[in-house]
């Protein structure tokens, strides 16, 4: 295979700092214009108000109200990004905690009445804007980043390589000469399958409870085992997310054909770039790769610029088998 040494992958990394804005993680997707969606968001806030001044004047509010609110609640998409729910982390609810409780209906009148007591008035007061849905689903973009990180490796993979085939057995890992899966997104039983028939050991998973690598690659008669994760920002959850792919390299399969690769993009990369002799944490991190990368020859640790190469060279490879 003409591929260069992984510390050259590495020092190209290092020589290409991650983008503030990455067009793969750009999520600009309109749910305010569905005409559907404002009628029932507008719905809402009606039966909201009709509760709340019910309440205010001491009548009982009609259980039609709360069941027609408990409906729109559980049947439209996108609900979530109201106002009314937004409220929910006041009193440290969630949205997915609400709809997979037992008791939620009960649950939603406790809530209502917390919302009558201590938004009506003042979002009455300040009125109201459809804008906020917008607003409140671009605020949570940043959660669908995950998956965008696995098709951002794919689409890469596609224009370096020409990958098209995702592969559904182990014939097919078998037959076709390139071919992924995905371990963490539905392929579990093929990875488990995959890795007794190659003899592959795994002992990462084995030592963090289960975990399955994102992506699957085959390249020829080689095998990309890949762990990718984007990260912008220093902080408890994301330090222990950089150990993990460090530690996702530190494992080496008896077979040269084997190979794990972590994938980290993100402005947190560009760490690494510029650190300095007072960023100890980072320092150290820098020095834990390259110790991997040196004692696992046949493993990879690359950002946006690195895979890149990394596949390019492959096409190589390719081409000339």
Known sequence: MTLKMNLEYWKISLQNPEPVIDDYYIFDEIIVEDENLIKKVERLRDLIIAYCVMREKDKKSSGEIIDEIYEI??????????????????????????KESQNNKSILY???????EK??????????SNIVVQALYDSGASRKKGTA??????????????????????????NFNMGYFLPDKG???LFTLFCEVYGIKYEFGKEHQGK???????????FFIIEAKHIKESGGAQDKQIVELIKFISYQEEKENIHYVSFLDGTYFNKFIYANSNANKIENQKEDIEKCLKENPQNFFVNT???????????????HT
């Open 110 to 116: 406790e809530i209502l009445e917390k919302y009558c």
């Open 73 to 98: 609640l559980n049947s439209t998409k996108y609900i979530q990004y109201t106002e009314f729910v937004a409220f929910w982390k006041v009193l440290d609810l969630s949205f997915s905690v609400f």
């Open 187 to 189: 392929d579990e039983k």
């Open 119 to 128: 938004r009506r008035r003042l979002y009455n007061r300040l009125g109201y």
């Open 212 to 222: 399955n690598p994102d992506i699957v690659l085959k390249v020829g008669e080689h």
């Open 305 to 319: 610029a690195g895979l890149c190469c990394l596949f390019s060279d492959l096409r190589g490879y390719i081409e």
């Open 149 to 174: 990180g696995i098709e951002k490796v794919l689409s890469i993979a596609r224009e370096k390589l020409g990958l098209e085939k995702q592969l559904n057995t182990i014939e097919e890992v078998k």
